[in-house]
């Protein structure tokens, strides 16, 4: 439910908005008209007039005629009525008097015509007024036909303690002391006024500062949690990335693991090589040469297999940073490796041309010579495709991981930024004695 509220009495703002601002439920959006003219768009509305007998003290205490102060009250009451007449049912009219005679009243009025509980009225340090100007605005606001059937029509549309401002003889008896006293205490009431209103404005300014506190508090706390759950967020994806990474490392393990067997397997070729050119060099007079070149090739083929081991180590250790520069490295040593072994099969390749033409000498030794060479150079080029492929995806799996932690990281540092700030914020700083407050109060003892 949204409510208009619009002040046309001599009441100012700090004697009736707190009375809102603590009676109205959080349920209704309520706010205050300032152009009479000009009102908003608003589901009820709320009009604060002048009484008769408190328009017209006013106006006698600043020394306006009689006919005067009977003529200006009856034409605001006029436009008071007027409005009322066109929206009497969307329209409230209260006595400005009201919020210090009557506010629990007046609370219990206005909550039955709104059709909700209103919360409990700011305590009142009102009293009846004592000025015998007082006692002749009342009996002329209830004694003047014209002047009470308008309050009474007024009086109908709202809430207004009238009963509360009637003549009697105590008020009588109070305003003949008032009048002996107000002589010798003029200047020590108006001292004593100011410092009242003094003391008003800086209530008013403190109770302003609490209300937007407890506001800045409850935003900036709500902020704090939703950061913090995005945080958390963001980490669980990080080590869900983590242990992505760790499954890729295994996968780089078990790699590695299959070129050492590849090694085991040109190891052993090569100690085959070296029985069948033993056996060679038993069958064939010629087989010195051979063997010096065997012993040659076996050499660079060793060379090969310590250049292999240590292009291992460098990956491991290429791997460890994960950075996009290690794995353009890897992948030169891997080209680097390919080029070996393919000098290493040339070379092979040349050998077994060179005993081809010893072997034809041999007999019975050269046919199964060729079919181990051709056995062993076709395993380990199927092996090294495959081993490549392999190296291939793994390091693809690794650059879109780490390109994945790195988007996260950023993430996770863009989030704590917005906490660091939140929490380095004026708001916050200036709320921090409110936490304590709050703290201090429910911790146990």
């Not at 340090?125 to 209830?142: R, T």
């Not at 109770?207 to 963001?234: P, Y």
């Not at 033993?278 to 090969?304: I, N, W, Y």
């Not at 988007?407 to 700083?429: F, I, Q």
Request: hydrophobic content about 40%; glycine content about 4%; aromatic content about 4%.
């Amino acid at each position: 439910m949204t409510l208009a509220i619009l002040n046309l009495s001599g009441l100012d703002e700090a004697g009736w908005r707190p009375w809102f601002e603590t009676v109205l439920p959080g349920k209704i959006d309520w706010q205050v008209a300032e152009d009479p003219d000009d009102l908003p768009a608003a589901d009820r509305y709320v009009l604060i007039y002048d009484a008769p007998d408190a328009q017209f003290l006013r106006a006698m205490q600043d020394g306006e005629p009689f006919e005067q102060v009977i003529a200006g009250w009856t034409e605001h009451a006029r436009q008071v009525l007027g409005r009322w007449r066109k929206a009497r049912r969307r329209l409230y009219l209260i006595d400005a008097d009201a919020f210090g005679a009557a506010p629990e009243m007046l609370a219990e009025s206005l909550g039955g015509w709104l059709g909700c509980e209103m919360g409990t009225p700011p305590a009142s340090d009102h009293e009846a007024e004592a000025h015998p100007l007082a006692i002749l605005a009342a009996q002329a606001a209830h004694s003047l036909d014209p002047i009470r059937q308008l309050a009474d029509e007024l009086e109908v549309g709202g809430m207004s303690p009238r009963l509360a401002r009637q003549g009697s003889e105590a008020r009588m008896g109070a305003a003949y002391v008032v009048l002996q006293e107000q002589a010798a205490a003029a200047e020590k009431s108006a001292a004593q006024n100011k410092q009242l209103d003094k003391a008003k404005a800086k209530t008013k300014a403190a109770q302003a500062d609490r209300t937007k506190a407890r506001r800045d508090v409850k935003t900036l706390t709500a902020k704090l949690e939703e950061a913090a759950a995005e945080t958390g967020s963001l980490q669980a994806e990080l080590a869900a990335r983590d242990d992505a990474v760790k499954v890729a490392q295994a996968g780089e393990a078990e790699a590695r693991k299959q070129i050492d067997t590849l090694n085991a397997k040109l190891e052993k070729a090569a100690a085959d090589l070296k029985a069948q050119k033993d056996a060679a060099k038993a069958a064939q007079t010629g087989e010195a040469k051979r063997g010096q070149q065997v012993e040659t090739l076996t050499a660079r083929h060793e060379q090969a297999t310590a250049e292999a081991n240590r292009l291992d180590a460098a990956l491991k250790a290429e791997k460890e940073t994960a950075t996009v520069a290690a794995q353009a490295l890897f992948h030169e040593e891997i080209e680097l490796l390919q080029q070996q072994l393919m000098t290493v099969q040339q070379a092979l390749e040349q050998e077994y041309r060179d005993g081809l033409a010893l072997r034809k000498e041999a007999g019975s030794d050269r046919h199964q010579l060729r079919s181990d060479m051709d056995r062993m150079r076709s395993a380990a080029e199927l092996e090294q495709l495959r081993l490549s492929t392999m190296l291939q995806e793994q390091a693809e799996q690794i650059a879109a991981l780490l390109e994945e932690q790195r988007t996260l990281t950023t993430e996770l540092d863009r989030s704590r930024e917005e906490v660091d700030a939140l929490l380095a914020s004026t708001s916050w700083r200036v709320t921090a004695p409110l936490r304590r407050a709050r703290l201090a109060v429910v911790k146990p003892t």
